[in-house]
């Protein structure tokens, strides 16, 4: 998708902290973060939101969350403890539709999110 900031990211097109990639996925520092560690994990396919998810890509979403797991332990927080957040739609406040996992942590966050 030309138009759409994360594929340009995901194609060297637009610049990013890029902190893990393969073939199914990109990870990279989110440009306004919430906590001390704030990372998006993105599926390399344009997917814009949950509601366009299909059982074809459950393994995908599971491979999402391993992957977020992983940077979770190697940023110190599996012992702290972190949030992994999906926003979908205008009123979860989903600003950018392509599909990505917010993984943030770092401090003590508040039960509602602000
Ligand atoms: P959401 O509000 O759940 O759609 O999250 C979108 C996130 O993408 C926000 O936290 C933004 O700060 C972040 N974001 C937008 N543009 C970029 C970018 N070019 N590089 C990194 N993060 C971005
Ligand atoms: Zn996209």
Redesign the pocket.
Known sequence: MKDC??CR?ISSE???TIVFADEFVTA?????P?TPV?I?VVPNEHIESVNEVEEKHAALLGHMIVVARQLAFANGLDQRGYRL???TGPE??????HL?L?LIGGRRMPFRFQ
Do not use: C, E, M
Request: glycine share 4%; hydrophobic share 60%; charged share 5%.
């Open positions: 900031i994360f990211i637009a610049p990013a990279f520092f989110d440009i306004h919430i704030h998006l957040v999906i926003n979860a406040g989903q600003s950018v539709f990505h917010h």
